[in-house]
Every structure is written in C-alpha cells, then in structure tokens.
C-alpha cells in the first residue's frame, strides 16, 4: 500500500526562527501533494497544493512567503514554517496523492513556537 | 463553496453498541466522499472511499452510505470496541480538493 512518511513528528522552536517539514512519499511517486493545518478540535484546512516541479498554489488567506512550500521531486515535498510566531503553533499534515493509490495521509507534525 | 457539517461533534457510547455518524455537504457535485480516523496528535486513516456513483461501503464492522442528490452520508459502525475511539472525519472531494468536515469524537468505553 501507499505510505507517507512526515517528518519531525514534533518540533519546538524559538520565536523568529524558521522549521521544515518534510513529506515523503515511500513507495510510490505523487504527482500532488497537499499541505493542511489543523487546529484543536477543528478540521483540516487546506493551505496548499504542490506539483512537482511547479510552483505551490496557495489558498486564500495563506501567507505564500511565511509557509515556503518546495516540491523538487515525486517523492518529497517540504514545507517551511520561516519566521515562526506563536500562532504558526499547529498540527501540520501533508497529502500525496496519484492516480493508482488515491490520498495518502503523513502521521502530522506538531509544532509548537514559544 | 463547499462546506461539510458532521454531527454529532461528540459521542460517548459503552462497548457493544452500534452507531451512526452523520456527515452532510453543500455541493452535491462530488466525485467521491471518504471517510477517515483520525488518533489524537496522530494523521489520518482512510476507512472507506465511496465513488460518486456508488451507495455503499462496507470493511469489517464499518459501512458508509452516500446519498449524493440530498447530500448525506453516514459510517455505521457494528458492535463498537474500545479501539474504536477516535475522531473520525469525512471529506467530499471535487477535482482535486478534499472538503474535510469538523469530525466526530468518539469514545467507547470498556
């Protein structure tokens, strides 16, 4: 079956400073992946979609240049929290999807800026 | 704009019952709906994938009904387990964008 690894599971910075996530696709190439951020008890919100070799689109309200977003191959796009503040604190969660597999989830990565 | 509504928010049973999600959306025109777990601080499991054209899905204790035309689906889930607890979500997909609902949390007690 089709996994999605996403890594760090967790991290926590200071203030000011920039985090990547990374999402891989393991076992199959994704020709779309998809960035969402969940807020407690809340679902999840789509902030961007990626295609490999192309630039991210990015939904309304979503700040491109706060949340880099870089697909450079089939199997791994990433995602860049720069200049982080206190509200960027969510659970991130990354999509890769293709024709044969569908939508695979990554495990989410909790970040906390204090 | 498509908005999806899960109800209930919550949902408190003992082991052994069964139970009923709701899940209703806006825009009937979908290409399919899915629903997912979700463990706390934990991604998403898919659970059932129902194709725009089909009614029903069944895995295991699990079966998801689709109702496009009135916008409804539900996930009935046979003879609960404490395993069984979780946030569950569903999402309508249309072209490449997945609408996810709010969930339901469910808890099953021993």
């Known amino acids: 079956g089709a996994v999605v690894s996403q890594h760090p599971s967790w991290v926590i910075c200071k203030s000011g400073t920039s985090v990547k996530i990374e999402c891989r696709s393991l076992?199959?190439?994704?020709?779309?992946m998809f960035w969402y951020r969940q807020f407690p008890k809340q679902s999840l919100m789509l902030m961007a979609t990626?295609?490999?070799?192309?630039?991210?689109?990015?939904e309304q309200g979503v700040e491109k240049d706060k949340f880099l977003i870089n697909h450079a191959s089939l199997t791994l796009s990433t995602l860049t929290v720069t200049s982080a503040h206190p509200e960027d604190s969510s659970f991130y969660i990354c999509?890769?999807?293709?024709?044969?597999?569908?939508?695979?989830f990554g495990s989410g990565t909790r970040l906390t800026v204090v | 704009k498509q908005e999806v509504t899960q109800i209930p928010a919550a949902l408190s049973v003992p082991e052994g019952e069964n139970l009923v999600l709701n899940c209703s959306f806006t825009?009937?025109?979908?290409?399919?709906l899915q629903w997912f777990r979700q463990d706390p601080g934990k991604g998403l499991t898919s659970l059932l994938l129902?194709?725009?054209?089909?009614r029903e899905q069944t895995s295991g204790r699990l079966n998801a009904s689709l109702d496009k035309s009135s916008g409804r689906s539900t996930l009935y889930i046979a003879a609960s387990q404490p395993g069984d607890s979780a946030t569950y979500l569903c999402?309508?997909?249309?072209?490449?964008?997945?609408?996810f609902g709010k969930g339901t949390m469910l808890l099953v007690s021993p």
């Open positions: 999402a309508v997909k249309r072209y490449s964008t997945l609408t």
């Open positions: 990626s295609n490999e070799g192309s630039k991210a689109t990015y």
């Open positions: 129902i194709q725009s054209s089909q």
């Open positions: 825009d009937s025109a979908i290409y399919n």
């Open positions: 999509s890769a999807t293709n024709r044969v597999f569908g939508y695979t």
């Open positions: 076992d199959f190439q994704a020709t779309t």
